[in-house]
């Protein structure tokens, strides 16, 4: 018989004692008013104040498992995972939320404009092998995700996994750099929804739109949770159904049903062709489709604050594949067939979210159809809007897990009585001020964007490579525990292959992002400083990635956590025995359903 885990304490139930109760001390046992006499200003500022359950374990006040290994770290991984599991966030999400949060995270800018210089770049061919090898790598990932979050529904997911699962040092490098790349995305979003209203020569200035649109985000996350789920959910539920009207009008317009009555058909797979630039033109494709799928991991983030992540999260990764896979293939295959590679207009937008630019007005512009382009542009700006309200909630979530595990000052830790990180969400909102120093000075707008984004550049492809690396280590600790992964609430159909599919494709994207950035499309009619100019924008990020894991790893002395230590109890909703009985009733019900709908269930 082999021996028990040292990290499975089978004799502690999973985290789900109580917190303590408040100090009396606490503003909550100040006001001893009864709720209902109290007014609505009143109650809205009590509803700012620190949530009296939370508390920050220090490090050292936990059993200390360095000491009993005669480790010489100063890191204290165990306080960072009983702070995570303990966070006070709300807990508010429904299925229908994580649902459209997964969808709407993907689909955005990156299909409606984003696409158009990627078939520019090389081709309706390359455009759809590229989509759906990245469909293949995120089908990988979002599986590997949910296995690991509905085990451990716990605030900062997939940065929290990688402090837990892999080395501190590389939890802290792409927690940052994760947070960062959604700070910069908020202003960069707002700006372009900005310049989108320009779209019908609005005499309101640009200013004013930021500062209405700042406004409104900021609102919509200061709801709380339920707020920006109720926001995401209706903002995606609109882009959906503007991808599904554009795909029944593609197809009707190939066929020859649009005003002009022109049949088109695969004509411009034939002329001008399906490919362009070779090989390097479908690595060029192949890296602006894993920037547009990035958003998809936020789901991960949602299932800390999931009234029930058990039963919502996998029915939101599952459906998050089948669905975006679905649209992005169907609407970019219309896209190919509808407008010609070789289009100027692809390359004219002066933002990425610029609709003159969008593959999808200028189908609809070429058939002669009147007023949509102008609706489409509308659908755009609520694309871009709802980027901008995730960055808020992406960033401020992750900042927050970072300061609960030491890896952030430990402010951004503050969650008040209404489950809101309030001071992250503050810190993201102020950066989104540098909205400003774009529409004040556009001359300044395009050096000041780019050079954030390079910053954080890499972000979604290092999270995916991270996520997929965190769950071959989580299977890796549940076989030396002798732990069937049958017993999870959840588990992942291509199980620890798919993961080591997903980190190869995830690496693949590094390689080809770098043979892009070194030796871009034209790179011989390039001057010297636009290459190098070019090769920084584009991999910048990559080697502050590299420097701030190596410092921090150096100044905290942290090591790689080894598969013996890795905790498989903190965090855990439900332990195994209630896993079993769960899972054994919804075979029961299971059992009641037709056939069809049991294929479904487990597909979708």
Sequence with gaps: MSPPHPNLDTSLPPDHSPSPPPSPHTPEKANTSPLEKRSIPVRMFDSFRRDPNQKVTETGEIIDLKLQHGHEDSYDIESAITNIAKSPLSRKLEARHLQMIAIGGAIGT??????????????????LIAFSIIALMLYCTVYSLGEMSCVFPIAGSFSAFATRFLDPAWGFAMGWNYALQWMVTLPLEIVAAAITIQYWNSPISPALWVTIFLVVIIALNLFGVKGYGESEFWLALVKVIAIIGFIILGIVLDCGGGPNGTYIGGKYFRNPGAFYGGFKGLCSVFVTAAFAFSGTEMVGLGAAEAADPRKSLPKAIKQTFWRVTAFYLISLLLVGLLVPYTDPRLLNGATSADAKASPFVLAMTNAGIRGLPSLFNAIIMIAVLSVGNSSIYGSSRTLAALAEQHQAPRILAYIDRKGRPLI???????????????????????????????????????????????????????????????????????????SWLGFVLNCLVFVAQFWIGFSPLGYADMAAKDLVENFFEVYLAAPI?????????????????????????????????????????DRIERTEWPWWRRGYEFLC
């Excluded at 732990?483 to 292959?497: D, R, V």
């Excluded at 080894?562 to 009985?581: K, N, S, W």
């Design 110 to 127: 990156g299909l409606f404009v984003g696409s158009g210089k990627a078939l520019a770049s090389g081709g309706p061919g390359s455009l």
């Design 424 to 498: 992250s969400i503050l810190l993201t909102s102020v950066v989104g001020l540098i909205a400003y120093t774009a529409v004040l000075s556009p001359d300044a707008e395009s050096q000041v964007f780019n050079w954030l984004l390079a910053l954080s550049g890499l972000s979604a492809i290092f999270t995916w490579l991270t996520i997929c690396l965190c769950h071959i280590r989580f299977r890796s600790a549940l076989r030396l525990a002798n732990i069937s992964p049958s017993t999870l609430p959840f588990t992942s159909h291509l199980g620890i292959y798919g």
């Design 545 to 585: 990635i590299v420097v701030s894991g190596v410092v921090y790893k150096l100044w905290f002395k942290t090591r790689w956590v080894r598969v013996a230590e890795i905790d498989l109890v903190t965090g855990r909703r439900e332990d195994a025995d209630e896993v079993a009985v769960l899972k054994e009733l």
